[in-house]
């Protein structure tokens, strides 16, 4: 797991700016999209999903875009913080629903916060 | 606290030496599942479960095996470890389907001698 972080494309932002992580998906029959934040030595962590019939969705201090015309999520993350240093990947569901579709994950972003 | 806990943190073994990582939920969820991590291929499905006695392979299911005997617990057994096993595994839960936000434990690093 302390490991996970290497090979990984890294985004840089200073304390205090937006972050914005992007993420490309493969599948146009994807139907549902999860962002999960990996701390170091930590077990994946949900961070907010989306549906395909939405195009934006918002939590506290962050919010998901969705374009499926171009197969691209974007989480955006207000005002970072030192705490907000992870790994960022996300996940689409594949298939056209029902219990046995899995989620597909992506490889990740490594988000380093100077202060 | 609701959670998925996994054990144990860390393992070192050696190559064809029997091993169980142990999982288990806390949150009455039906579905479960263990992944595998390597660096830059994501995280990869071992097997998963539907139910209790429901298991299925994922998308690396050789050399691993798993059981669900009781709906909170999903263990992960390698018969015969071997190098290429060495990576860091996590177990994770949701409460109906795979289709939804997985909970997952703290993963288990294991290295393979």
């Known amino acids: 797991g302390e490991s996970v972080g290497l090979h990984l494309p890294t985004l840089s932002v200073q304390e205090g700016d937006n972050s914005i992580i992007n993420c490309a998906y493969s599948?146009?029959?994807?139907?549902?999209f999860i962002w999960y934040k990996q701390e170091s030595g930590k077990g994946p962590q949900f961070i907010i999903d989306?549906?395909?019939?939405?195009d934006k969705r918002q939590g506290q201090r962050v919010t998901v875009l969705l374009n499926k015309t171009v197969k691209h999520l974007s989480l955006q993350i207000a005002a970072t913080q030192p705490g907000d240093s992870a790994v960022y990947f996300c996940?689409?569901?594949?298939?056209?629903?029902?219990?046995?579709?899995?989620?597909?994950f992506g490889t990740g972003t490594l988000l380093a916060v100077q202060p | 606290e609701a959670q998925v806990t996994q054990n144990p943190r860390y393992l070192i073994t050696v190559t064809g030496k029997k091993l169980t990582v142990t999982c288990s939920q806390n949150m009455n969820h039906e579905y479960m599942s263990w992944y595998r991590q390597d660096p830059g291929l994501g995280l990869r499905q071992i097997y998963y479960s539907m139910n209790v006695e429901v298991t299925d392979k994922g998308d690396v299911p050789e050399g691993y095996k798993v059981s669900r005997k009781e709906k909170r617990n999903f263990p992960l057994i390698l018969e015969s470890p071997s190098p290429n096993q060495t990576s860091l595994y996590f177990c994770a839960s949701s409460l109906r389907a795979a289709n939804e936000k997985l909970f997952f434990g703290s993963g288990t690093q294991l290295s393979v001698l």
């Open positions: 989306i549906r395909s019939n939405m």
């Open positions: 996940a689409e569901k594949e298939g056209y629903g029902g219990a046995t579709n899995k989620l597909i």
């Open positions: 599948n146009s029959a994807s139907d549902y």
